[in-house]
């Protein structure tokens, strides 16, 4: 099995369940014991301030919370941009990383050019990905930094799908609910 670590997962039309609806997951880790990564595409309506005040000074006190997936909503999960990606807990791809479990000093983390605050993660079992990709209810496609730290979430699904290409495009071009179409 090849590992999709730092790829991107981007629902399927066939993909109905209300967690994952044309969302775009970063996949953080893949193997033989299960995959974990965040939503992309879900910002919520709190601020890192409100919600996580310790945090506002690495992100931005403006900056809001994303839904990061169903599992453990209440975990904080924080990717960043690292001018030393060293520096990551875990290295995703590139310089792009989560951030250590306990951070004491943001200096400890060396310079950070962009930083995401995730409430949740998605998960995956054993084979669990592998038999949702078998059905088609993901594509996978290259994750670029500016997807992980778009400025338009809403519109990054169908971005994804525009740049795949293809039949890909055309999917893209669907409405949200194709029988209002």
Do not use: C
């Not at 595409?41 to 997936?69: C, F, K």
């Not at 995730?118 to 592998?130: I, T």
């Not at 979430?153 to 893209?172: C, N, T």
């Amino acid at each position: 099995m090849d590992s999709l670590r730092g790829t991107l997962l981007v629902a399927g039309p066939g993909l109905v369940d209300p967690n994952f609806r044309r969302t775009v997951v970063l996949v953080g880790e893949h193997s033989d014991e299960g995959a974990m990564g965040v939503v992309l595409n879900r910002p919520s309506p709190a601020t890192v301030d409100e919600a996580v005040p310790a945090l506002a000074g690495i992100v931005g006190e403006e900056d809001v919370v994303h839904v990061g997936g169903p599992v453990q909503p209440e975990a904080v999960v924080v990717l960043g941009e690292f001018a030393e990606p060293e520096r990551a807990g875990v290295l995703v791809f590139g310089t792009v990383g989560f951030l250590p479990g306990e951070v004491d000093d943001a200096d400890d983390l060396g310079p950070l050019s962009r930083a995401r605050v995730f409430a949740g993660y998605a998960g995956w079992g054993p084979g669990q990905l592998e038999d949702e990709l078998a059905q088609a209810a993901w594509i996978v496609e290259e994750a670029l930094v500016d997807d992980v730290f778009t400025d338009e979430p809403d519109d990054l699904w169908s971005a994804v799908l525009r740049r795949k290409g293809g039949q890909f495009a055309v999917i893209a071009a669907m409405p949200p609910d194709p029988a209002l179409n």
